[in-house]
């Protein structure tokens, strides 16, 4: 198992849920505040102040705090484990089908 798997974790964990990839997708365009980020869901402030936490806890995103305001911007290389990850997981299905792409372009060749 991989050396990042808790990191792996607590991201997949956090993109989970439709609010927080929304956030994501919202903050990949530029840092936001928190009343922008809360304008397109129906739902109370504290509500999205929580997903945000998730979204933190898990090093998605960070937050600065300038009097009154929050400021709330995707981390840099954030996403990268996820990356990682995936890559990891299609070399061995493309190594299956370029295997399979081997094999069928054989037995085509011999049906000619």
């Known amino acids: 198992m991989p050396n990042y798997q808790a990191e792996l974790d607590a991201v ?3 993109l989970a849920d439709p609010t927080r990839r929304a956030v ?3 903050l990949s365009v530029s840092p ?3 009343s922008e980020l ?7 402030l504290p ?13 998605v995103v960070s937050s600065e705090k300038h009097g009154r305001v929050r400021t709330v911007s995707l981390r840099p ?14 070399t061995p299905a493309e190594r ?3 295997r399979l ?3 069928l372009a054989r037995t085509g060749s011999k049906d000619s």
């Open 12 to 14: 997949l964990r956090a």
């Open 24 to 26: 994501v997708e919202r």
């Open 32 to 34: 936001a505040v928190v």
């Open 38 to 44: 809360a304008a397109p869901f129906s739902m109370a």
């Open 47 to 59: 509500s999205l102040m929580q997903h945000l936490r998730v979204l933190e806890d898990a090093g």
């Open 77 to 90: 290389g954030a996403l990268d484990v996820l990356h990682l990850w995936l890559g990891e997981q299609r």
């Open 96 to 98: 299956q089908a370029d």
């Open 101 to 103: 792409g081997i094999h």
